[in-house]
């Protein structure tokens, strides 16, 4: 069913992809199935390490984890050293040839590995110690990330983290002082103004919603605006005059829900969101039946990682979330996110096959 599940969403997102981006590639003069082909590719490349992930036994990137850790930190320092490719702002990407590769979209995994193999190997729970080296493995990727800039990616990181560790068996204690240094730092670098305007600009939008729909508040009115054209049953797909006029910005990749919302309406939406959650819950099983702590953290961050993903995006779109630039998994474009997400449901294929043998 997770694996049925993943290739019926990835499929959907390859036509939804190429009915946000088709007219307005045609209306350039461009070729109208640019993103349709690499999507396509991006969806079979991300397949194959589903499936090598899933044959090879989970318990090898324990042994991997310290160079994979190491690999990460390097690739995402390359940023800053004039490597990285920079666009709209932000230097997010490794070029090489004609494919972007993007670090930050594999360093969730990596540090989903790295947190599993740290509490993997303390069975009789995280001490006051323990909990500080931790803390520290995970925020220095969590800190390059944001740096980018890339809030949304930091703030998966953060999540996933959080999860882990609670699946880890951290003291109540701990937990609730983690979250309470979490409110306040948030709520620190707001007031005191931390963060890039438009990331703030961002964050705050959801309170004022009505407001700014020609400057700030723009993308996010028109992907409102698109999904409630659909109304119950939707426009048809290849029929929405919102996508097809391409009134909403980025629509293939942060604001694709609101494609989908569009064109297949309230029950189109509503059905690829439970689609998406019994994936979820598929990964959610798969922790369930792990057959030790490693596999069971493993499963666990990938489960968090898809299931936050959606619910922030899916979100977005609505207005009822931050806009924070979180691809939604298996139909937003792009080639990075799309591998990364196949690639946490091959881990947790391999928990779960290895758990039934």
């Known amino acids: 069913m997770l694996i049925l599940t993943t290739l019926v969403v990835a499929g959907l997102g390859v036509v939804l992809v190429y009915s946000a981006t088709r007219s307005k590639l045609a209306a350039a003069g461009l070729n109208p199935h640019y993103f349709l082909t690499r999507q396509s590719a991006y969806v079979v490349v991300g397949g194959v390490f589903m499936i090598v992930l899933a044959a090879l036994d989970y318990r090898w990137l324990e042994h991997a984890s310290a160079a994979l850790y190491v690999a990460m930190i390097l690739a995402l320092l390359a940023m800053f050293s004039g490597i990285g490719s920079t666009a709209q702002g932000a230097t997010r990407w490794i070029q090489i040839g004609g494919v972007q590769i993007q670090p930050s979209a594999f360093a969730t995994l990596v540090l989903i590995v790295t947190v599993a193999t740290f509490c993997a190997r303390r069975p009789d729970g995280l001490g006051r110690a323990d909990l500080i080296k931790v803390l520290t493995l995970a925020a220095v990727p969590i800190l390059l990330v944001i740096k980018q800039p890339d809030l949304g990616s930091g703030i998966v990181m953060c999540v996933v983290l959080l999860v882990m560790l609670v699946i880890a068996g951290i003291p109540n204690r701990y937990l609730l002082l983690l979250i309470a240094l979490a409110a306040t730092g948030a709520f620190a670098v707001v007031h005191l103004k931390l963060l890039k305007g438009y990331q703030l600009t961002r964050i705050t939008s959801l309170f004022q919603i009505g407001k700014n729909l020609q400057s700030t508040g723009y993308n996010v009115g028109q992907s409102v605006a ?3 054209s659909g109304g119950l049953w939707g426009t048809g797909l290849f029929h929405g005059p919102q996508t097809n006029l391409a009134y909403v910005p980025e629509q293939q990749t942060d604001f694709i829900f609101s494609a989908l919302g569009e064109q297949l309406g ?24 792990a057959r030790d702590a490693f596999g069971r953290l493993l499963a666990a961050g990938c489960f968090t990682l898809v299931a936050f993903s959606v619910f922030e995006n899916a979100g977005m779109a609505m207005q009822i979330m931050p806009v924070a630039g979180i691809p939604l998994p298996f139909l937003s474009y792009g080639g990075s996110a799309t591998v990364a997400f196949f690639s946490a449901v091959g881990i947790a294929l391999s928990v779960q096959l290895r758990a039934q043998r």
């Open 266 to 289: 309230f029950v189109g939406a509503a059905g690829v969101l439970a689609l998406l959650g019994v994936l979820s819950w598929r990964l959610r099983r798969s922790a369930q039946l």
């Open 226 to 228: 698109a999904i409630g």
